[in-house]
């Protein structure tokens, strides 16, 4: 519970009041420009006030302690750090979707508090000792679910959770409490709600259970397993008592106490009054202490019995409300008095909550017949009466009670108590312009008192709550005794405390130190030869002298100067000189250190001032003995002028002005007849109703006997506590009106009365004033120069416009006829023919003397109508068409008036029909119904007159002159002749239009189909992965290493591979054993390596083999491997930390890159095999098992379900599958006994007879777990037809020849094979060839340029080629990673998981030495070491493995496999990278197929660093014996003479370089002496090779 400033002990209610009296009867007087001006200062948003905006309405607001503010709106949960900066949002039970999802049942536009989809938002658990902040939330889905969070992580699921705890209806209240209690110190939940509502079945979002149905309170255990665990107690409604609506919950003194109010949620209607009932804050049973009914009706004919809004200023004991009347559906029945913010202390609510529950069940109670539950009064003295209250919240500060009120049209304000509780007139501290109803809940900031949450329909901001900056001066600042603003010295502004600096050394003033603590400047005369200046009042800290100068501004000259001690007030006196007197203004400046006090004296006027304070005040003398007033620097008696300033200042005390005779007593009348004397006034009505915030001058009242009276004035009354506004008639018009000028005021509603000559106050009824009109569209928004057209303007407050204003550069203001409502505005465009035809003018709207831009309106020039048509319709109607040029204008059927003229100048009015824009004109049509003789008057027809607004034009009709008919008939031949022509051609035209409308139909109707079935088949298609596919067929140790070592150089492999184990140990000779010798030197290894890179023939594929010839002659010495590996990388490190450092290990360039590469492929050989290896093998399968499912080029490769685009077959042709039934030939080679021979087979009818072939052999495999005995070229495939057979080949005699002897393959299609046939698959006799080499003389599925639309031959290939679009295609892609997705993050995961939570040893040590090396260079950006990681991993490792899957396994890599990996190998690169990935719409297929999926796959990875990271450091002795252990494993594994020989080869090709390099390093001598042996040695195994 929020608990601001220090305790105040309770106060002794205060008697109530007397009426405030109102204001002196001010003049009535046109309204200035100050007026708007000050409406303009109106609080608004300003950049100390952020907003924060959600999709829905918000339903719920809390503050904790640490964690920030929490927002539920709709079902959505939304975290905001204290500036409402968004940090994390999260949906009901962590669903599916996202926060801008909108719910399907929206809560009223004005809801009743706790009237939304979101219940409870409770934070509790919050102490120093506490093991966990928590997070309570109540949501009406699930039947009322609970849940709890942890405050500070959203993202993590609930912790517990249970339905049927809160209302399950958006209409119904909960309202709740989380307290500690009993002997384990547990959390309990109280919790109110209103389980059960008499609404309609089509309305009703639940059905609780049974024992829910009369529970009005609950208490639960909110630490058990799950909050639905059954209750610690129930308190029930009691029979026939109707729905009760809680409004809040809160403790105090040991109770929990929750505000209602009885409510009827059919007719909408409080059935009783407001009350508050208590129970004990227990931890085992619900035990009811009672309940008491509010009071807080005073004022309203008909009571406040709706409770809108609850708040407990705990430091003072008292408990705050908002309380309503009803306002009806429309808020029709609102009135000044409808609200109303009530006080009551919280002893007296215990001491009068008798036990006797009126509104619930109890087993036993102590009621008597008859009895009613007691109505607590409020604090009269505390009560606000106002029109529309919405909220409350309440706090004390600095021992003063501080309550901020919410409105109905969007204001906050802000009511401060005084010493009795007495309520002040609210101050108007911020207002929101779209006027939106403020919610039921205010938050105040739990770190900082300074601001406030207001929420507002969807939005959340942040306020201030005072606006201090608005008081100019230190009395200013300090009178209005606002506890949130003092005056700061050092800045000479009223400021909060937290904006001053060092407040606590007296350098800012509070209100505790009152307005006599501000400094201020004295002028007085002290004496008859001399005037003082001094300064009194309260002072800044002092380390420096005072000064303080009086000068003259008019001549600079100087009149004294006075400098003191800090600890001593600066006086400066003037000496009376008759030179003085003609000096009649004076500037006194006071200052010490950086602080400056000035003020101004003008003696202009003494001799006018007839009263000894003012006199004073203003620096001039007072006379005594003459009671004048005169100039400081003249002489008077001097006795007169002793004590005069003592004198004077006691007067001040006294002197008050004197107050109106008979104010405070205007006695109302309910009766709008008035008697005073004989005469009878008699009031009807006042206009308008509405009036804005600037006032009104011209407020008609009608009645009757006006001119009788002598005296009238209009008495205001709106909030209870501020004062009344008496405004004195202006005109007397007659005898029935007259008229007022109303002064301007806030928003808000006021009551009216008219008071005649003193008597009693006539009720008027009630006006408004609302906020300025705003506009927000202006349509049409253009118009022709003839004006006329009806334009409409919409907006909001509309009704206080005085007049509406069309303004331009030239013309000025023009005033125009409006209609207006509330919300709109009607008007008629005025002419401005006399301008330029085009031209720009604005929309004012005027509000009294303001003048309020509305938006621009443009006119063009008038309509140009071509011509004009009439058909008849029958013969009783006709047709007018009128032809005129496109145009920008909106024309409307209120504008436009047409006209027919025929015979004898008669009119027949014709009814605008619709408006049809064409490419080169517009046609208005309009018909004439009801004649009876069209066609007569068709003939007889003339002209029709248009009239759009002011414009009129006349239009004539198109005819045909009788000259024409004559040519006519004249060549009658000619004419058949033509007609034959174009008969002929028209024949033929409309035969060629028939067939290509047939075509566009036809490709219409297949683009439909493949789009259909595209989209079908991504939400239908699943593939079957196979599961079980045998075993890995991984490759053994030697063949994976050659083959990552020399992925390009093939011819390797054979000489490293022969058998070691049948060498002959004597072989090796004594070069290559010293050359051995000399490369376990790390310097000299080192320095050749370094010498060989700087050579510039030395190239990048040389780089890549001399690394890979020295891995394969250390393969036995890992440790010694490892340290050269280090070493290199520390030397290519400085390089790089010259330049860029992000790209070191980017690219294979140097020897150490691809060292890296090939030892990162020896230390995770076994991680590869054991982890990767079995998910790696899988989406390999099932990526090609997906691409043959489709139709697959033979030729091109390219196939249907691909993942690459350059690899897609969009050129597809229409297939179907084709169900075969295979039996095999035995064989001897497959003689075993369970070998199943018959086997069915799914192929497509487009699959060459090859292809077919291969889903034969596989479908065998996978039936039988191993091959069939022969090879593929070693078997054929005959089709059996009852007896006959016949042979099926890819080319044969029956072949398809196209155009330029292209032989288009035999598919199953081609052989007409059906579902359900037999195939036989027999070896061949003998001298089998291999597979035909396709060669461009053949073709497949994508056929010839040449032949793309010519006839394709065969019975079920008959017609067109069809045509197609590559584009259509493209969801073919997605469909094969939808595919392969899951397979695809099994081998994510595997990559950058962690077994046993242990990293492999050679990542753990890599990673760990490029942090280290990091930390050695003073790198701080985290981006540089983790592209390190990345460039040495993934990049280096395992992009080669993902692209080349016959680097691990025994398989062959198809050129199409080999792009989708591409495409599967950039998407693990993204996660890998650290810039955000920009993609458009024009992005390439590849990045755009993952890259919803990257962000997530980036997370995981940064997440798996991290975890390396964490993981303990390894010794250098694990990793040694780690090391030595793989060495072993690949003893005798490469012919290391090999490679020994060919880095021999390196050597001895750049010696005298390498020679030069040794000699001029220290220390490596005698290495240059070994290298030099082994050349000898070389040289003379080179000759004995000769010999």
Known sequence: MEVSGRKAPPRPPRPPRAPRAPRPPRPAAPLPLLAYLLALAAPSRGADEPVWRSEQAIGAIAASLADGVFVASGSCLDQLDYSLEHRLSRLYRDQAGNCTEPVSLAPPARPRPGSSFSKLLLPYSEGAADPQRLLLTGWTFDRGACEVRLLGNLSHGSLRNGTEVVSCHPQGSTAGVVYRAGERNRWYLAVAATYVLPEPETASRCNPAASDRDTAIALKDTEGRSLATEELGRLKLRGGAGSLHFVDAFLWNGSVYFPYYPYNYTSGAATGWPSMVRIAQSAKVLQFQGQAALDCGHGHPDGRRLLLSSSLVEALGVWAGVFSAATGEGQERRSPATTALCLFRMSEIQERAKSCPWDFQMAEHNCKDGEQ?????????????????????????????????????????????????????????????????????????????????????????????????????????????DPHCGWCHSLQRCTFKEDCVNPEYENWLDISSGAKKCPQINLFRSSKDKTTVTVVGSFPPRRSDWECVVKNPDTGRQLCK???????????????????????????????????????????????????????????????????????????????????????????????????????????????????????????????????????????????????????????????????????????????????????????MKDVCIQFDGGDCTSVGPLSYIALPRCSLIYPATTWISGGQNITIIGRNFD?????????????????????????????????????????????????????????????????????????????????KIQKENDEFNISKTDIEITLFHGENEQLNCSFENITRNQDLTIILCKIKGITNANSIDTSSKKVRVKLGNLELYVEQETVPTTWYFLIVLPVLLVIVIFAAVGVTRHKSKELSRKQSQQLELLESELRKEIRDGFAELQMDKLDVVDSFGTVPFLDYKHFALRTFFPESGGFTHIFTEDMHNRDATDKNESLTALDALICNKSFLVTVIHT???????????????????????????????????????????????????????????????????????????????????????????????????????????????????????????????????????????????????????????????????????????????????????????????????????IDSSSVILEDGITKLNTIGHYEILNGSTIKGFKKIANFTSDVEYSEDHCHLILPDSEAFQDVQGKRHRGKHKFKVKEMYLTKLLSTKVAIHSVLEKLFRSIWSLPNSRAPFAIKYFFDFLDAQAENKKITDPDVVHIWKTNSLPLRFWVNILKNPQFVFDIKKTPHIDGCLSVIAQAFMDAFSLTEQQLGKEAPTNKLLYAKDIPTYKEEVKSYYKAIRDLPPLSSSEMEEFLTQESKKHENEFNEEVALTEIYKYIVKYFDEILNKLERERGLEEAQKQLLHVKVLFDEKKKCKWM
């Open 373 to 481: 539950p007691e109505r607590v009064p409020p604090i009269a003295s505390s009560t606000l009466i106002h029109s529309d209250l919405t909220s409350v919240y309440g706090t004390v500060v600095m021992n003063r009670t501080v309550l901020f009120l919410g409105t109905g049209d969007g204001q906050l304000l802000k009511v401060i108590l005084g010493e009795n509780l007495t309520s002040n007139c609210p101050e108007v501290i911020y207002e929101i312009k779209e006027e939106t109803p403020i919610f039921y809940k205010l938050v105040p900031h739990p770190k900082k008192n300074i601001y406030i949450y207001l929420t507002a329909g969807k939005e959340v901001r942040r306020i201030r709550v005072a606006n201090c900056s608005k008081h100019q001066s230190c009395m200013e600042c300090l009178k209005v005794a």
């Open 562 to 748: 006075g400098r003191s001690p800090p600890d001593k007030i600066c006086t400066c006196s003037i000496p009376t000189r008759a030179t003085y007197k003609d000096v009649l203004v004076v500037n006194v400046t006071f200052s010490v250190d950086s602080w400056h006090l000035s003020k101004r004296f003008n003696f202009t006027n003494c001799s006018s001032l007839r009263e000894c304070p003012v006199c004073i005040g203003t620096g001039c003398a007072w006379c005594k003995s003459e009671r004048k007033c005169i100039h400081p620097f003249t002489a008077c008696d001097p006795s007169d002028y002793k004590r005069n300033q003592e004198h004077c200042q006691v007067a001040v005390e006294k002197w008050v002005p004197s107050k109106t005779a008979g104010e405070g007593r205007f006695p109302e009348s309910k009766s709008n007849r008035t008697t005073q004397g004989l005469q009878v006034f008699y009031i009807k009505s006042i206009e308008p109703r509405k009036i804005s915030t600037l006032g009104k001058s011209n407020v008609i009242v009608t009645g009757a006997n006006f001119t009788r009276a002598s005296n009238i004035t209009m008495i205001l009354k709106g909030t209870s506590t501020c004062d009344k506004d008496v405004i004195q008639v202006s005109h007397v018009l007659n005898d029935t009106h007259m008229k007022f000028s109303l002064p301007s005021s806030r928003k808000e």
């Open 1092 to 1290: 060989l890179e700087k050579q510039k023939n030395f190239s990048v594929k040389d780089r890549c083999l001399f690394a890979s010839f020295l891995t394969i002659a250390l393969q036995t010495k890992l440790v010694y491997l490892t340290s050269i590996l280090e070493v290199l990388t520390r030397d290519l490190m400085e390089q790089s930390s010259n330049m860029q450092p992000k790209l070191m290990l980017r690219r294979t360039e140097s020897v150490v890159e691809k060292l890296l590469t090939n030892w990162m492929s020896v230390c995770l050989s076994g991680f590869l095999r054991e982890t990767v290896g079995e998910p790696f093998y899988l989406l390999v399968t099932t990526l090609n098992q997906k691409i043959n499912k489709g139709p697959v080029d033979v030729i091109t490769c390219k196939a249907l379900y691909t993942l690459n685009e350059d690899w897609l077959l969009w050129q597809v042709p229409e297939f179907n599958t084709v169900a075969l039934n295979v039996v095999f030939e035995r064989i001897p080679e497959n003689e075993s006994a369970d070998v199943c021979r018959n086997i069915s087979v799914n192929v497509l009818d487009c699959d060459t007879i090859g292809q077919a072939k291969e889903k034969i052999f596989q479908a065998f495999l996978s039936k039988n777990g191993s091959p069939y005995g022969l090879q593929l070229n070693e078997i054929g495939l005959e089709l059996q037809v009852g007896t006959r057979q016949k042979e099926l080949l890819d």
């Open 800 to 880: 206080v416009i005085d007049n509406l204003i069309i303004s331009h550069e030239l013309k000025g203001n023009i005033n125009v006829s409006e209609y207006c409502m509330a919300t709109s505005c009607r008007f008629l465009a005025p002419s401005l023919k006399s301008l330029k035809a085009r031209t720009n003018v604005t929309v004012k709207l005027r509000v009294q003397e303001t003048y309020l831009e509305c938006g621009s309106l443009q006119y063009l020039e008038d309509p140009r109508f071509t011509g004009c048509r009439v058909e008849p319709e029958g013969d009783t109607e006709l047709e007018v």
